[in-house]
Each structure stands twice: as structure tokens, then as C-alpha cells.
DNA sequence: CGGCATGTTTCGCC
DNA sequence: AGGCGAAACATGCC
């Protein structure tokens, strides 16, 4: 489930841990860096967040979290966000793949549990790869980075290194939003379109973030599994289904102009 | 059983 | 050289 919302959430549940000494940490290492060792002992003091990916500061090493398709994180025995779409209902100690304790406290102060182990947990992690964040981007910064891009603005907006956080469901719901087909290239987008998008950036994601993350847009999952008309007021457009990069996209003809 | 899934990386081709 | 699309990765769910 996560996309620079959920990784948003769960920053906000992480704040929560500032100021403790971790005791000890368990981990996988076939997703964690083993020099995430060197945080025992250290102390939390603070949680950033670029694109997807959460920093938890320390006194020692920073810890980089990205969360692959299924990846959660479970602070003091309890995650914000219990509805995963897409993934497991569950939540079964069997897929943590870190484990920190903390302050003396028998339960784990952090989990980052991960069905499918295509997350993966960094220290010290390089960040210069990453566009700016897809959350507050301004006009000119999205009109520079689109600039001469010949992909479909779908693929080149879920490309991280163009603008970091955006993943398959924000970027339908903001094309959708701003009345742009995703198969357009997305150095061609006229001035307006461009406006509409940053437009759209600005206002759709954090109002899907108070909604609950990436599954509370009017694309929810359950309309892009439905499909049928399109749900915009005075639309009499139908949603169709196509493939940009790999990814199942839903669109409406319509009202998103090629 | 077949197909699909909110992501990232790698490989081959322009 | 740099950008792009497809495939691979790993596992649960419907």
C-alpha cells in the first residue's frame, strides 16, 4: 500500500518514538543492510520523509525504510492503517523484518512487517537519486522536471528520480483530477495541463491523506475493480483499463484529454 | 488453478 | 549517454 501518503502516515505514528533509547534490534538481512546493527543503543530523534521512503533519525545512523509493495510499519503493537489493499489482512509476526525494542519495554517500539520482502530497510541511505516531493511541488520545479520527457506523464510521474512519492493510484487519481490522458507524453503537456496537474498534486494528495491514504480517492479500489461510468459530476464518460508501465490504469476517455 | 496486486531494479533496445 | 518498456522479484489473495 504505500505510496508517499502511507510512508506520511506512518511518519506520524514514528514521531511518537523520539526520545527513546533503542535496546535492540532483530532484523532480516535479506531486506535490511547489516549495519543496521549499529543502532542498538542509539537513541530516536527524529522522523523525516522523503518521497516513499521514511528516515528515522538517531544519535547513530540514519534508518531509511522504503515499503515495496506490502511493507507496514506497526509502532508500540499498533498501525494506523489496518485496511491493506492489495496485500494481507493479516498481520503475522512471521513477515516482521525488523524488530526494534526500546526504553526497557517488552514490546517492539517498531515493526516493519513485509509479506512480500520487497521493502527494504537501508542505513544511511542515498537519497540524491530522488526528484522532489510529489507533496507541496511547486509550477516551475514540476514544469522543469517534465520538460523534454517523451514517456507517457503516467510513467514519468511514477518515476521517483522525476518526482519522488507518486505510485500507481495517486498518479491515476491526479490525472483524473486534472482531466489529462496518461498516455501523454508528459513533455508535451501544454501550460494549462501542466498547471492543472500541479494543481491537482497540490490539492487531491492531502486531501486523500486525510481521507485515510492512496485507496480514499474517487478512484478507490473497488471502483477500479468495478470500472463502469465515470464518476465525475456531469461526466458521461465510461472508466477504461489500460496498461502504462507495467501498471493496471484507469482513466475516462472522456473528461482526460490526449 | 490462474491471474492480479499501492514497488523497484535490471536488462536489452533505441 | 540517456531514456524507455518489459521482465523479474516474492508471496498472499480472490
Known amino acids: 500500500m504505500p505510496e508517499c501518503l502511507e510512508a506520511e502516515i506512518w511518519r506520524r505514528d514514528l514521531l511518537a518514538l523520539i526520545g527513546r533509547r533503542i535496546d535492540r534490534v532483530e532484523f532480516d538481512d535479506r531486506v535490511a543492510d547489516p549495519a543496521l546493527a549499529a543502532v542498538e543503543g542509539t537513541t530516536i530523534e527524529g522522523v523525516r520523509r522523503h518521497g516513499k521512503v521514511v528516515l528515522v533519525d538517531t544519535s547513530g545512523p540514519v534508518i531509511g525504510v522504503r515499503f515495496g509493495m506490502t511493507g507496514r510499519v506497526v509502532v508500540d503493537g499498533a498501525s494506523s492503517i489496518d485496511a491493506l489493499a492489495y496485500s494481507s489482512r493479516r498481520d503475522d509476526p512471521a513477515w516482521d ?27 544511511d ?11 507541496g511541488i511547486g509550477l516551475d520545479e514540476l514544469r522543469a522536471r517534465l520538460r523534454g520527457r517523451t514517456a507517457a506523464t503516467k510513467a514519468t510521474l511514477m518515476n521517483q528520480s522525476v518526482v519522488a512519492g507518486l505510485g500507481n493510484l495517486c498518479v491515476d487519481e491526479v490525472l483524473f483530477a486534472a482531466g489529462i490522458a496518461p498516455t501523454v507524453a508528459a513533455g508535451s503537456l501544454s ?9 491537482a498534486l497540490v490539492t487531491r494528495l492531502p486531501a486523500m491523506l486525510r481521507a485515510g491514504g492512496s485507496t480514499h480517492g474517487v478512484l478507490d479500489p473497488s471502483r477500479r475493480a468495478e470500472r ?11 472508466l477504461r483499463v489500460i496498461r502504462i508501465g507495467g501498471r493496471t490504469t484507469v482513466y475516462c476517455p472522456e473528461h482526460q484529454l490526449a
Open 97 to 123: 523484518r525488523v524488530v526494534v525494542w526500546a526504553d526497557g519495554s517488552e514490546t517492539p517500539a517498531l515493526r516493519m512487517n513485509d509479506p512480500r520482502r520487497l521493502g527494504r530497510i537501508e542505513t
Open 125 to 135: 541511505p542515498d537519497l540524491r537519486g530522488l526528484g522532489p516531493d510529489a507533496l
Open 191 to 199: 501550460a494549462a495541463e501542466t498547471r492543472r496537474l500541479q494543481r
Open 228 to 238: 463502469g461510468r465515470c464518476p465525475r459530476r456531469g461526466c458521461v464518460g465510461a
